[in-house]
Protein backbone atom coordinates (compact mmCIF):
# COMPACT_ATOMS: atom_id res chain seq x y z
CA UNK A 1 0.00 0.00 0.00
CA UNK A 2 3.36 2.54 1.04
CA UNK A 3 4.65 1.77 -2.79
CA UNK A 4 1.01 2.61 -3.97
CA UNK A 5 0.72 5.50 -2.31
CA UNK A 6 4.39 6.49 -3.19
CA UNK A 7 3.93 6.26 -7.02
CA UNK A 8 0.73 7.98 -7.15
CA UNK A 9 2.86 10.90 -5.57
CA UNK A 10 5.21 10.69 -8.29
CA UNK A 11 2.81 10.81 -11.07
CA UNK A 12 1.81 13.73 -9.47
CA UNK A 13 4.94 15.50 -9.39
CA UNK A 14 5.56 14.64 -12.91
CA UNK A 15 2.37 15.87 -14.17
CA UNK A 16 2.98 19.19 -12.52
CA UNK A 17 6.41 19.87 -13.39
CA UNK A 18 6.52 17.70 -16.50
CA UNK A 19 9.98 17.90 -18.42
CA UNK A 20 9.62 19.60 -21.41
CA UNK A 21 13.29 20.18 -22.73
CA UNK A 22 13.59 16.99 -24.55
CA UNK A 23 10.99 14.81 -25.58
CA UNK A 24 12.80 11.10 -25.08
CA UNK A 25 13.78 12.27 -21.73
CA UNK A 26 10.28 13.56 -20.79
CA UNK A 27 8.62 10.09 -22.04
CA UNK A 28 10.98 7.58 -20.85
CA UNK A 29 10.94 9.63 -17.47
CA UNK A 30 7.02 9.55 -17.19
CA UNK A 31 6.81 5.62 -18.58
CA UNK A 32 9.33 4.67 -15.49
CA UNK A 33 7.31 6.54 -13.18
CA UNK A 34 3.82 5.20 -14.45
CA UNK A 35 5.53 1.75 -14.74
CA UNK A 36 6.10 1.76 -11.10
CA UNK A 37 2.43 3.42 -10.83
CA UNK A 38 1.48 0.31 -13.02
CA UNK A 39 3.64 -2.15 -10.44
CA UNK A 40 2.62 -1.01 -7.29
CA UNK A 41 -0.88 -1.55 -8.33
CA UNK A 42 -0.57 -5.06 -9.73
CA UNK A 43 1.42 -6.06 -6.52
CA UNK A 44 -1.65 -5.08 -4.60
CA UNK A 45 -4.21 -6.90 -6.57
CA UNK A 46 -2.00 -9.92 -6.28
CA UNK A 47 -2.33 -9.45 -2.36
CA UNK A 48 -5.46 -9.03 -2.56
CA UNK A 49 -6.84 -11.51 -5.25
CA UNK A 50 -5.52 -15.00 -5.73
CA UNK A 51 -5.10 -14.74 -9.64
CA UNK A 52 -2.17 -15.79 -11.38
CA UNK A 53 -0.85 -13.97 -14.43
CA UNK A 54 -0.18 -10.54 -13.13
CA UNK A 55 3.37 -10.34 -15.60
CA UNK A 56 1.18 -11.02 -18.38
CA UNK A 57 -0.80 -7.92 -17.61
CA UNK A 58 2.43 -6.03 -16.75
CA UNK A 59 4.29 -6.80 -19.75
CA UNK A 60 0.83 -5.91 -21.73
CA UNK A 61 0.24 -2.68 -19.65
CA UNK A 62 3.99 -1.10 -20.51
CA UNK A 63 3.26 -0.10 -24.01
CA UNK A 64 0.06 1.46 -23.25
CA UNK A 65 1.44 2.80 -20.34
CA UNK A 66 4.23 4.70 -22.49
CA UNK A 67 1.58 5.98 -25.34
CA UNK A 68 -0.45 7.65 -22.35
CA UNK A 69 2.48 9.40 -21.15
CA UNK A 70 2.97 10.53 -24.82
CA UNK A 71 -0.13 11.76 -24.92
CA UNK A 72 -0.36 13.28 -21.43
CA UNK A 73 2.44 14.96 -21.78
CA UNK A 74 1.21 16.65 -25.26
CA UNK A 75 -1.71 17.57 -23.69
CA UNK A 76 -0.16 19.32 -20.67
CA UNK A 77 2.37 21.39 -23.47
CA UNK A 78 -0.71 22.10 -25.16
CA UNK A 79 -3.37 23.56 -22.35
CA UNK A 80 -0.25 25.35 -21.07
CA UNK A 81 0.57 27.02 -24.73
CA UNK A 82 -3.27 28.17 -24.63
CA UNK A 83 -3.10 29.13 -20.76
CA UNK A 84 -3.09 32.71 -19.88
CA UNK A 85 -0.80 34.10 -18.49
CA UNK A 86 -2.82 36.11 -15.78
CA UNK A 87 -4.43 32.26 -14.60
CA UNK A 88 -1.25 30.29 -14.54
CA UNK A 89 -0.28 29.81 -10.65
CA UNK A 90 3.27 28.68 -10.55
CA UNK A 91 6.48 30.15 -11.77
CA UNK A 92 7.55 26.93 -13.69
CA UNK A 93 4.64 27.51 -15.60
CA UNK A 94 5.56 30.93 -16.66
CA UNK A 95 9.13 29.74 -17.52
CA UNK A 96 7.80 26.98 -19.51
CA UNK A 97 5.60 28.81 -21.46
CA UNK A 98 8.39 31.34 -22.33
CA UNK A 99 10.70 28.39 -22.98
CA UNK A 100 7.95 27.32 -25.81
CA UNK A 101 7.44 30.26 -27.46
CA UNK A 102 11.20 30.90 -27.61
CA UNK A 103 11.42 27.76 -29.38
CA UNK A 104 8.78 28.39 -31.58
CA UNK A 105 9.98 31.89 -32.62
CA UNK A 106 13.25 30.40 -33.00
CA UNK A 107 14.76 33.48 -30.10
CA UNK A 108 16.25 32.77 -27.20
CA UNK A 109 15.09 36.48 -24.41
CA UNK A 110 17.52 36.09 -22.24
CA UNK A 111 20.29 36.65 -24.40
CA UNK A 112 18.38 39.17 -25.98
CA UNK A 113 18.14 40.49 -23.19
CA UNK A 114 21.98 40.01 -21.99
CA UNK A 115 22.83 42.15 -25.43
CA UNK A 116 20.61 45.08 -24.81
CA UNK A 117 21.49 45.24 -20.91
CA UNK A 118 25.09 45.19 -22.32
CA UNK A 119 24.19 48.06 -25.22
CA UNK A 120 22.93 50.33 -22.73
CA UNK A 121 25.81 50.27 -20.47
CA UNK A 122 28.09 51.60 -23.01
Not at 4 to 31: A, D, E, H, R, T
Not at 69 to 97: A, C, F, G, P, S
Amino acid sequence: MLFLIFSIMLCYQYYKYIPYYNSFVSIFWGSLIYSYFWFSLNALLMQILDVYGHLIIIIIGIPIISALVNNLRHKRIENLLLTNIDKLKLDVDVYKINFFFDLILGTNSNLHNSETDKRREH
